[in-house]
């Protein structure tokens, strides 16, 4: 089926058959369709603390340096990646695993973790007895797509295709014999599970990239070149319409057919007791097998597991994340627009962990540094330390660092966005007119696609072109300068903002409470968790003087199961400002609503507040007291800055996470 968008608006459907179903979400604002779609499809997971940290993909034999690479740059790695090389026989568990051992023993002795990519078929004449086995077993257990019976002595296939049982054999991109597993037969995910859990005795995985799982097939167009040859004189592979996709996709052996690049439309599958086409099931193939995959990880680690899949359909981000990729042969400005709009596209449908992916890099140092700064703030952040040229010994690698150190900072944020998603269905990474519709607003907000919002608080403008300042959009709001606290009245016009060379400016969104934990350092997510947390406090004034700030934060182990549904985590965080005569009075109430996970939490503190836009006529005069007891800079060690031009209070003070407190501030004002 395809669409098209029409300017009246209308949407125009084309479709090869089949019975059309129509569900419509309706809702007040963009945010309130994605949260009825969402409740439909399934809510998306919330991923391990640990995948919010930076990825890197590499070959199995180069893992090593890899991680030596970002040791040497002193860049963090949650995340390796490992793929194998399929041209050069690397694809087998033996050779990764030699190649593997001291990579990933390095990598997790560091706090990081290790994905491991996988195919959703298996070689039928692999070099490695464990793999022969195991494609053995699938065969006694009948688990492979398969021919129909009418091919088995058919000149229209290549006999080399036809394996026992009228198994399907494809090719991969090495030119070997492939078998496809039938991921919709429950003893096809019990197979997979027992594969992988032989394959994490060989290699210690903590998930896995799914590639290729379109199902993605060489393809030939005669017997006389490598590759699946499909029956043309099928009405399912030369349907009388042909989707403009197949041209799209279509490689030098094209034979025009709907099984281009992928298996054939006569394959069948096994769903309960029924069987079906490839045809019928070819969109939901990827998802079947990232279903399946997810609850393997599951019961072999009794954690939540990572999971990346090439293929998605509705409801595949209850259990996957996915990386979308970007070209940057025009110009790294486009790259970002359309990056953005990618990112923005994959959060509409219920995909939130999501990030962008280069397709060629730049060979500009200055370029690889804005896309690396910039992919930075993607849901899901990929390092390119070793896949662009950048010089990590420069000054001018100094962006990047700084957008690392503001990532880890937010993480907290980021984390419990997801908790939200879980919860009511919300978007997390989001376009401006989710925020501020079109009645308050002008409908420029429609067009902007060089800025975007994490959950409602936090709003980001990249670094664009090489100039000091770029024009930012700001709503009809108010909003505040992460770094230097200088606030903004947004009127929805664009106003210049100070843009110093390939960074990127991040606001903070008035009337939020913003949670965070600062990196300090560490190099890896595991490590960044135990240090203090801060609470970033952006005030929403009210005409009467008064101002306000609300927020909370979701904190559990980072990679248990359930810990929603056993109630194995913590939320908070309200703050009011009021004026009394010639002083005002802040309240910050930070109130535990449960705790069942003290033994992780007993440790961690709060090390400091800022807060943003907070009126004060002299900092000397401004007094602390804590759950009613006032406080005093000799005994309780805390000390404060106000920073008069922007209206930046800072307080030093060190207070038990775990536990509910009550936080007042009074401080002398200015009468008018």
Known sequence: MEYKLQPSPALTLRSLGGVLEFLVCFGVTPNDVIIEYTQTIGRPEIPP???LGLHESTLARDAEQTLDAHR?????????????????GEWDVTVMRYALAKAI????LAGGHAMVSLKPYIRVDADDEIVRSVYQDGLWKDIFVKWPAVYGNSTDIVPDTLGPSSTLFGYDSSKRLVAFVDFFQPIAGEWWEAWLNQLRKQIPWDGFVLEDNEPAALTSKSETTVGLVCPKNSTLESPKYSPSAVDVWNSKEATNLLSDETICMVALHKIENATYRHYDVHNIYGHSQAVSTKNAIWKLTGKRGFLISDSSFAGTGTVAGAWFKTSLKESVPTAIRQSIISALEFNLFGMTAA?????VFPVNASDCIKWQVFTTFHI???SVVTSCSMDSNTASFAPVRKAIDTRFLLLPYLYTLFFHGLMEGEAIYRPLFFEYGTKLHNRNVLDIDDQFFWGSGVMFAPSLENNPTRSVYFPHDTFYQIDSGMKIVGDTRRKPVDMPENQMAVFLRAGYIIPTQPRLGAMSTSAARRNPFSLLIALHEHSDGSAVANGNLFWDDGESLDTVEKRDYMSWVIFNKWQEGNFSRSLLDYDVERNLIKNL??????GSLVVYGFDC?????ITLRLDGRPLTMDRDNYSLHFEQEHKLLTIKLTVPFSQSFKLEIIAPVTRA
């Open 49 to 51: 603390y640990w995948s």
């Open 72 to 88: 040497k740059a002193a860049i963090p790695l949650d995340v390796l990646h490992v793929r194998s090389q399929e041209h050069d």
């Open 105 to 108: 023993k390095s990598l997790h």
């Open 355 to 359: 990030g962008g992916s280069a397709e």
């Open 380 to 382: 899901l952040a990929k």
């Open 601 to 606: 939490t007993d440790n961690l503190t709060f």
């Open 617 to 621: 006529s002299e900092s000397p005069g």
